[in-house]
């Protein structure tokens, strides 16, 4: 048995080893030949699509925060106060008539850093500035069609993106958020504007993020934000390879592209954003990407050989400690510790091919709890347990190291005992019996007796008929008024 333990688990460690070894490599050699497919349909389909949703959604974020401090000044009783009472003009006349607006404007932008803050009076049409009065604006001013496009629309706020004209023409997203009096009447468009530069920076940070080369367009084709690398001027149907793309680009608004430039292929992901009517345009070298994702791949397959390695040495550990432990724990009863049924038949048999070499006495003992089940009834399962425990000590210390002690079900013992005449076995029974007898069980210390049947194995039978024997004595026992030994008759032939 300890043979074919050591082969079982040696042969275990190589079969595991043998099937690791053979899938790591099997997928090196075939996920080498398919990579560079694999890769560039997860980039077009997967990482792209991802990146530009991420892109998108950042920016998206990086505007809710211009959107609550526009939406703040909308709803803000200073502003609305101001205008209600005629816009300054109640108390003072002159120059400092509009100081309290200016220096609310002023404050804004210097707080919450934009580039610019506005008020626009519905009923003065004054332009109002951290810096005083801007203009009047007229509609009959092209410049100054946003202002009537934010007055006539449905929704509170647009966000549009145009050059500022109250500094130097800069490009500048502005957040225009509508203004309505305390009986809900419209009185003028508020807002704060968002230079380009600062998100020209939030596109440097995405791109050195995700390694990828990330640019808007606008509607013209020219590229209008991109991090540091690229000129806003670059007209992008001259540049190298995406320059025959930009009309089809431009129409479809969406979708993934690929193009050769400078020896390489670019894939390229596009999406239209309504928000700002730009196009979000994001670049992968796939030459570059491949080459990263190789190395990755390459160091993937190196920790998997490590982690192999390192699998079957814990198996080997596993398999060394346990594997006696689950040989005892398939042969042992959990609850007393002694040998199950299943380890019985096992040791019988070779109990048995002992007997035929050298027929030596063997007798069987079946004992039983006496009353068990109202022990169960008026103490609870829990000293039940501790009763057969119990017991199953008391059958270790009485016992010879020969013997062999059997939990043989429920309540019932079965114990062999090896050269051991019916004389002698009963003896053996009777001092078990008065152990239990004498001894105390669990917490509120209950007496507790047992009966005993002993029968003596004959040759010409099987063990399971001496068994059968010894349980017939058992009944008598348990007839005879329980905590008590008696022991079956044997045939002539014994």
Known sequence: MTYQRIFDHRSLLVLLSLLLTAGFLATSMFGYQVSKHAIRDTIIGQDLPLTSSNIYSGIQKDLIRPVLVSSTMANDTFLRDWVVKGEGKGERQGKDNIGDISRYLNEVKERYGAFSSFFVSEKTSIYYTGAGIFKRVSPTEPRDAWYYRVRDMKTDYEINVDYDLANADALTIFINYRVYDFAGNYIGATGIGLTVNAVRQLITEYQQRYQRTIYFVDGQGKIVVIGSRIDLDTNLRAAEGVGVLV????????????????????????????????????????????????????????????????????????????????????????????????????????????????????????????????????????????????????????????????????????????????????????????????????????????????????????????????????????????????????????
């Open 247 to 494: 009309d089809r680009i431009l129409k479809e608004k969406s979708g993934y592209y690929q193009f050769k430039a400078k020896g390489d292929n670019h894939i390229l992901h596009v999406n239209y954003l309504p928000e700002l009517k730009w196009y979000l345009f994001v670049e992968q070298n796939e030459e570059t990407a491949l080459a990263g994702i190789r190395q990755t791949l390459y160091a993937n397959l190196a920790i998997s050989l490590a982690v192999t390695l390192i699998v079957v040495f814990l198996a080997h550990l596993v398999v060394s400690r346990y594997q006696s432990r689950i040989e005892e724990m398939a042969s042992t009863d959990k609850l007393t510790g002694l040998l199950n049924r299943h380890a019985f038949t096992i040791l019988i048999d070779k109990l048995l091919a002992a007997y035929r070499r050298d027929p030596k006495p063997i007798t069987v003992l079946l004992a039983d709890v006496d009353h068990f089940k109202s022990i169960n009834d008026l103490h609870g399962h829990r000293l039940g347990d501790e009763v057969l425990a119990g017991i199953a000590r008391l059958l270790t210390i009485t016992l010879r190291s020969s013997d062999i002690a059997v939990r043989w079900g429920g309540e019932e013992f079965l114990v062999v005992l090896q050269n051991c005449d019916l004389d002698e076995a009963s003896r053996v029974a009777e001092n078990l019996r008065k152990a239990v007898f004498q001894a105390r069980f669990g917490e509120p210390g209950v007496d507790v007796t047992i009966s005993i049947g002993v029968a003596k194995y004959v040759g010409v039978e099987t063990p399971e008929q001496t068994v059968s024997r010894a349980d017939g004595a058992l009944y008598q026992a348990k007839n005879g008024g329980r905590n008590r030994v008696c022991v079956a008759t044997t045939s002539t032939a014994d």
